[in-house]
């Protein structure tokens, strides 16, 4: 493999994005490609008109509160006054729910995030004369709910060209389409701040319009008015975002709500009306996010010691398990065993999980066809929520590994490595290049090398846990650090080799570059 040049890696990074769509703000698409989008909000115009009660419904993921901040946002600017639910995991369960129903008596409903699979729920609101209106962006599934209109570019009959956009940007595309219903003057790039925060939460691709408005939105996140943003600038103190400071540090606190409590904390703090409201709420994200690092680690280390490194995925469960962290756990045994993984947690007789891949097959249509050992499931190709009877566990498990008997290179995607990195290269200049083509993600991910032959000079363990690596290494005469996070605690040779990628790492304004360990080979 030969060493990669500046020039090389410029030009790499610069030719994933050739012949792409909607590289400019104004490029974007309208909302008008959207299946039942007018029908929508000439319904939510008449709403306004005679003073309906309107309800949205959200979701307590990083995009579901986004989704529901953005829309009450929007309509908080337009003087419209609206009820908000964001479901509670542990009470509610997910998204619009018969439970939710019950609290709603009146009026017009609107998810966000959520409400594709919600059939019975949208057959309780129609016997209580309540329309309902969806937006969302999860798979759909063989059976439809009963809605008003259903907006949500998965569906067959919808002419929105780009598909692979998060449950936020399908409640902006709503907002959009009532300034225009409603006639009103009102800048919508004021949303993007937020947008960015959630296309990246929600893991979309980082391409075509999803790269365009995240592109947008990082800039947008350091000049940002809202409360919530400023505390969070105040918090990180950099100069400019790059994505993984949404992936690794805002969207866990974000998520650490609706993971440990209730998301209602998170969605407080997005619509803080001062920076005392946002302080109080960012603390109280700060604690929950410490006590889910905790727990995570706790569940983690009790499903590693449970799995059966033969399966052709990672199927395990046990009784209690915090349901609020077992989809991280899901994604962390997914990259460390390089297959699906699915964990669940028991409670009264009741498994519920989380699935993970990052693999070619996809994790909706491989449930689906164990839908009848199942009391409900959705979600997309790489990532599922379901739940079934635990006595149906082993032979979920069986059919799950009968399923996935494939080749090896289906169940696990490996990064493209761009070439062969010479540690002493590593300069500003190399990483002004990496950091021009940000922001990174899926299907556009962030430039990963591999450094052959390195003699490892120290080991170490860092973290409250314990549970980081430190390596201090030789190559060729040239001494760095390598950081692996979440490792697994094993016994390394004197030399080796290894896939990396290079952050800069901001410290008391020296900027020096950061190795952080992807895989050791």
């Known amino acids: 493999m030969t060493k990669i040049t500046k020039k090389e890696l410029f030009n790499l990074l610069r030719a994933r994005h050739q012949g792409e769509k909607y590289t400019k703000l104004a490029e974007l698409p309208t909302p008008d490609g959207f299946k039942d989008i007018n029908k929508a909000s000439k319904r939510i115009k008449e709403a306004i ?69 919600a059939c019975e729920a949208a057959i309780k609101l129609k016997e209580k004369n309540i329309d309902l209106i969806i937006t969302d962006h999860h798979t759909v599934g063989c059976e439809i709910p009963d809605a008003f209109a259903i907006i949500n570019p998965k569906q067959e009959d919808c002419n929105f ?5 998060c449950g936020a940007q399908v409640a902006w595309y709503l907002c959009a389409s009532l300034k225009k219903e409603l006639n009103l003057d009102i800048n919508l790039q004021e949303f993007f701040d937020l947008l960015c925060v959630a296309i990246i939460a929600d893991i979309m691709p980082m391409t075509s319009l999803n790269y365009t408005m995240v592109r947008q939105g990082l800039k947008m996140m350091k000049k940002s008015t809202r ?82 490194p033969e399966d052709n995925a990672v199927v395990v469960w046990g009784e209690d398990w915090h349901e609020g962290v ?34 070619n097959i996809n994790l909706h249509s491989i449930i689906t066809e164990t839908s009848d050992l199942l009391l409900g499931f959705g979600g997309h190709k790489n990532a599922a929520g379901l739940s079934l009877k635990a006595n149906n566990l082993e032979e979920f498990r069986n059919r799950i590994n009968q399923l996935l008997n494939v080749e090896p290179e289906e169940l696990h995607i ?34 990963i090398f591999k450094i052959s032959n390195s003699k490892i000079i120290k080991s170490e363990l860092f973290g409250k846990d314990k549970n980081h690596l430190k390596l201090t290494l030789n190559n060729n005469g040239y001494v760095f650090e390598a950081l692996r996070f979440h490792a697994d605690r094993k016994i390394l040779p004197d030399y080796i080799d290894m896939v990396v990628s290079v952050n800069k790492n901001e410290f008391r304004g020296q900027i020096n570059p950061q190795f952080l360990i992807q895989d050791i080979l």
Do not use: W
């Open 161 to 165: 060209p780009f598909k692979d956009i």
């Open 326 to 359: 077992i989809g991280i756990v899901a994604s962390k045994l997914s990259n460390s065993y390089k297959k699906p993984a699915f964990i669940f947690s028991i409670k009264n007789g009741i498994a519920k999980g989380s699935a993970r891949a990052n693999a």
């Open 49 to 117: 008109r005679n003073n309906e009660q309107i309800t949205i419904v959200g979701d307590y993921d990083v995009d579901g509160v986004v989704s529901t901040t953005i829309i009450v946002d929007f309509f908080r600017k337009i003087d419209v006054n609206v009820n908000y639910i964001i479901p509670n995991r542990f009470e509610h369960g997910y998204g619009l729910s018969p439970k939710i129903v019950d609290m709603i008596s009146e009026g017009l409903v609107i998810t966000v995030d959520n409400g594709i699979s």
């Open 227 to 308: 409360p919530a943003f400023i505390k969070i600038n105040e918090m990180m103190q950099k100069d400019l975002y790059v994505s993984d400071d949404i992936g690794f540090t805002i969207a866990p606190k974000i998520n650490s709500a609706g993971r440990m409590d209730d998301a209602s904390i998170a969605l407080s703090f997005l619509l803080s009306q001062n920076q005392y409201e946002a302080n109080d709420a960012l603390q109280m994200l700060e604690e929950l996010n410490c006590y889910r690092k905790t727990l995570q680690e706790e569940i983690s280390q009790k499903a590693n010691n449970a799995t059966n």
């Open 414 to 447: 490996e990064h493209d490595v761009l070439g062969e990195l010479d540690v002493s290269s590593v300069d500003l200049e190399f990483l002004d290049i990496i950091e021009k083509f940000e922001p990174y993600g899926l299907q556009n991910h962030r430039p």
